[in-house]
């Protein structure tokens, strides 16, 4: 059974379970995702707030410039004015204290000069409003600051913060139990025989799905085995929320995982996208548990893993995004796809003047993790568009690694 990638995500997306909300604190709650509707709690500034160090005055008591006045108070950052503004004269305020009654304005400390005791020099004429951030200006009383479905970074977390939010409610985070499998897989720390790989696909999605705010329980690696793959995925059925499966989905006579998983009475949803790369690709699910079964090749887990799974986890928490930036671009030199498949191409891309610019990497394909790790972005070509022409728009989805680009050579 081969889906189109569209069916095949409708088809997980249908049967994402949303997981509880819990309270966590600030300081853990950077990458969770908000189940809640945030509100000011009050407005924002609370009061007139001067924006600079300097002199608070009623702008229109300043005729002319240069001119002196009384100071007739101060006013500190945290402190009430003592009284309104004198007619005639200034008080010295500093950054994020109240402006007094009767002041409309604030003149910077640079913009004066001290003349005798308790007069300054105003060597400006300001304009009324000039330096002072009015009341509620920034937010209102109970106005929607940040809705449910947001993942929280700093700046979400700086709001959370300033409305005294101490504990968001956000999603449960997913628990993915991960059983990599193979012959020929040894662990990253031992050396290879002569037919052997090392494990990079368990890190690798281990990586993934932490990102996507999971908590991944290893299960380590089962031989291609049948008994041996029955009993991890066994255990992985009961302690997850989410069981990924890396390798033996594909034809081979050792490909045992799809049966496996029939015989725990897991209900395959689909085994084959077509995509390239990774068209073996398994969904399943037993009760609320989805399963995934990724391709071994080390590109297609990590595609598959990007367009099926990191959406799955992100709305499990409730998330209204899917974690991948998607754009269009113009093509700077040809693309083609000759697989008859949507096809997933490893790109770098720059932003020029008039955008996005986009070009093909060297890529042996869904074995060349080398090549993927080379990638900014990954430009998606549908079945039937064989040919792209330098100069055409192509869609195109963006990896974490582009962020990591000089800003130079951007
Ligand atoms: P499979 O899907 O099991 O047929 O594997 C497809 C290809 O991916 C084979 O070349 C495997 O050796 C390779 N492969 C499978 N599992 C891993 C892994 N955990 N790390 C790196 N490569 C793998
Ligand atoms: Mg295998």
Redesign the pocket.
Same mark, same amino acid.
């Given at each position: 059974m081969t889906l189109g990638v569209a069916d095949a995500l409708a088809r997980v997306r249908s049967r994402v379970p949303v997981l509880p909300a819990e309270a966590v604190e600030l300081r853990s709650a950077r990458g969770r995702v908000l189940r809640q509707d945030v509100r000011a709690d009050r407005p924002q500034p609370g009061f007139d707030r001067a924006a600079m160090d300097g002199f608070a005055v009623r702008a229109a008591d300043v005729a002319s410039a240069p001119s002196a006045f009384p100071v007739a108070f101060e006013v500190r950052a945290g402190q009430w004015p003592e009284r309104a503004l004198p007619a005639g004269a200034v008080a010295r305020i500093m950054t994020g204290a109240p402006v007094p009654e009767g002041a409309d304005a604030v003149v910077p400390v640079e913009r004066t000069r001290g003349v005798d005791d308790g007069r300054v020099e105003l060597q400006v004429r300001p304009e009324a409003g000039q330096h002072v951030a009015p009341r509620g200006s920034e937010v209102a009383a109970g106005e929607r600051l940040l809705t449910p479905g947001r993942r929280l970074d700093a700046a979400a977390i700086a709001v959370l913060a300033s409305v005294g939010v101490a504990r968001p409610l956000v999603g449960r985070r997913p628990r993915v139990a991960l059983l990599?499998? $193979?012959d020929? #897989?040894v662990p990253v720390d031992a050396t290879p025989g002569a037919a052997q #790989?090392? &494990? =990079? &696909? /368990?890190p690798a999605v281990t990586a993934l799905a932490e990102d996507a705010g999971a908590e991944v329980i290893d299960l380590g690696t089962a031989a291609d085995d049948a008994a041996a793959l029955l009993s991890a995925l066994a255990r992985g059925l009961d302690s997850a929320d989410v069981l990924i499966t =890396? /390798?033996?989905? =594909?034809a081979?006579d050792y490909?045992l995982v799809e049966p496996a998983l029939e015989r725990l009475g897991v209900s395959l949803d689909f085994t084959r996208v077509a995509i390239k790369p990774g068209a073996?690709l398994v969904f399943g699910h037993r009760g609320d548990v989805l399963v995934f079964g990724l391709?071994? &090749?080390?590109v297609s887990s990590q595609v598959t893993f990007d367009l099926f799974v990191r959406p799955a986890l992100l709305a499990m928490q409730g998330a209204s995004g899917g974690g991948r930036l998607r754009l269009f671009a113009r093509a700077e030199a040809p693309f083609v796809n000759r697989s008859g498949r949507e096809n997933h191409v490893p790109a770098a891309l720059r932003f020029g003047p008039e955008g996005a610019l986009v070009r093909p990497l060297r890529s042996q394909g869904s $074995?060349d993790l080398a090549a993927h790790a080379r990638a900014d972005a990954i430009v998606v070509l549908a079945a039937e568009r064989t040919a792209v022409a330098a100069g055409e728009t192509v869609p195109c989805w963006l990896l974490p690694a582009v962020l990591e680009r000089d800003a130079e050579e951007a």
């Amino acid at each position: 059974m081969t889906l189109g990638v569209a069916d095949a995500l409708a088809r997980v997306r249908s049967r994402v379970p949303v997981l509880p909300a819990e309270a966590v604190e600030l300081r853990s709650a950077r990458g969770r995702v908000l189940r809640q509707d945030v509100r000011a709690d009050r407005p924002q500034p609370g009061f007139d707030r001067a924006a600079m160090d300097g002199f608070a005055v009623r702008a229109a008591d300043v005729a002319s410039a240069p001119s002196a006045f009384p100071v007739a108070f101060e006013v500190r950052a945290g402190q009430w004015p003592e009284r309104a503004l004198p007619a005639g004269a200034v008080a010295r305020i500093m950054t994020g204290a109240p402006v007094p009654e009767g002041a409309d304005a604030v003149v910077p400390v640079e913009r004066t000069r001290g003349v005798d005791d308790g007069r300054v020099e105003l060597q400006v004429r300001p304009e009324a409003g000039q330096h002072v951030a009015p009341r509620g200006s920034e937010v209102a009383a109970g106005e929607r600051l940040l809705t449910p479905g947001r993942r929280l970074d700093a700046a979400a977390i700086a709001v959370l913060a300033s409305v005294g939010v101490a504990r968001p409610l956000v999603g449960r985070r997913p628990r993915v139990a991960l059983l990599v499998t $193979g012959d020929e #897989i040894v662990p990253v720390d031992a050396t290879p025989g002569a037919a052997q #790989i090392r &494990n =990079s &696909n /368990g890190p690798a999605v281990t990586a993934l799905a932490e990102d996507a705010g999971a908590e991944v329980i290893d299960l380590g690696t089962a031989a291609d085995d049948a008994a041996a793959l029955l009993s991890a995925l066994a255990r992985g059925l009961d302690s997850a929320d989410v069981l990924i499966t =890396s /390798g033996g989905v =594909s034809a081979g006579d050792y490909d045992l995982v799809e049966p496996a998983l029939e015989r725990l009475g897991v209900s395959l949803d689909f085994t084959r996208v077509a995509i390239k790369p990774g068209a073996p690709l398994v969904f399943g699910h037993r009760g609320d548990v989805l399963v995934f079964g990724l391709p071994g &090749n080390p590109v297609s887990s990590q595609v598959t893993f990007d367009l099926f799974v990191r959406p799955a986890l992100l709305a499990m928490q409730g998330a209204s995004g899917g974690g991948r930036l998607r754009l269009f671009a113009r093509a700077e030199a040809p693309f083609v796809n000759r697989s008859g498949r949507e096809n997933h191409v490893p790109a770098a891309l720059r932003f020029g003047p008039e955008g996005a610019l986009v070009r093909p990497l060297r890529s042996q394909g869904s $074995g060349d993790l080398a090549a993927h790790a080379r990638a900014d972005a990954i430009v998606v070509l549908a079945a039937e568009r064989t040919a792209v022409a330098a100069g055409e728009t192509v869609p195109c989805w963006l990896l974490p690694a582009v962020l990591e680009r000089d800003a130079e050579e951007a």
